[in-house]
């Protein structure tokens, strides 16, 4: 079986400050492990992904993820927040050889001006 | 490169009455699915094809048909609507491969009275 727990449910940082969003993760088997962003009345897009090569991942908008296996986390970092980043953001993990991904619970990231 | 177009964009129904969830990528992937989007509770999967003719079940199906009609498109159908059916839907399509992302749709904003 696998999970994912956003720690978070609502995250507000002021502009130009640093982002941290929070991801835990449960699986059985070595994951691959996502960050999707939503902003409003949007689908989701994908941000980075992580599939066993290096254990950091640098994705769009500044965006980075590092993958930490001892302790089954993948959080999501920005070194500054930008008005732009406003959205919720979904961690989602997914086992090899399962199509199926399960999705965390989102967290709402609001920006300060 | 429209990507994954689905229609409509909103649509209101009384409890009991029927309508069909269109949706159409055009990145010849062999996978597609459909996800419905509740406050809280992330994406959850409600059916998915992962090729033409085939479609499985997912976590929430109840209440729900699809058709993969080709390809291309992949049909959601709610015979009966019930208040509890109120949601964003997505759909979205991979190709299937390890790790490949999702590619979402905009979402149709379904209420139901």
Not at chain 1, 58 to 87: C, Q, R, V, W, Y
Not at chain 2, 71 to 83: I, W
Request: hydrophobic letters at 30%; glycine letters at 8%.
């Amino acid at each position: 079986a696998q999970s994912v727990t956003q720690l978070d449910s609502h995250v507000s940082v002021s502009e130009g400050t640093p982002v941290l969003l929070r991801c835990n993760y449960s699986s059985s088997y070595s994951p691959s492990l996502f960050w999707y962003v939503q902003h409003p009345n949007k689908g989701l897009q994908l941000l980075l992904k992580y599939t066993s090569a290096a254990t950091l991942v640098k994705g769009i908008n500044g965006f980075e993820a590092e993958f930490k296996k001892s302790e089954t986390s993948f959080h999501l970092t920005k070194p500054s927040a930008h008005m732009s980043d406003a959205a919720e953001y979904f961690c989602v993990v997914m086992n090899f050889g399962n199509e199926k991904l399960t999705f965390g619970t989102g967290t709402r990231l609001t920006i300060i001006p | 490169n429209a990507g994954v177009t689905q229609t409509p964009k909103f649509q209101v129904l009384k409890t009991g009455q029927s309508m069909t969830l269109q949706c159409a990528q055009d990145m010849n992937h062999n996978s597609m699915y459909w996800y419905r989007q509740d406050p809280g509770m992330g994406l959850r999967l409600i059916y998915y094809s992962a090729s033409e003719g085939t479609t499985d079940k997912g976590e929430v199906p109840n209440g729900y048909n699809v058709s993969r009609l080709n390809k291309r498109e992949f049909s959601l159908r709610l015979e009966s609507a019930a208040p509890s059916q109120t949601s964003v839907y997505f759909c979205a399509s991979s190709d299937l491969s390890y790790n490949s992302p999702l590619h979402f749709g905009n979402g149709t904003r379904l209420t139901v009275t």
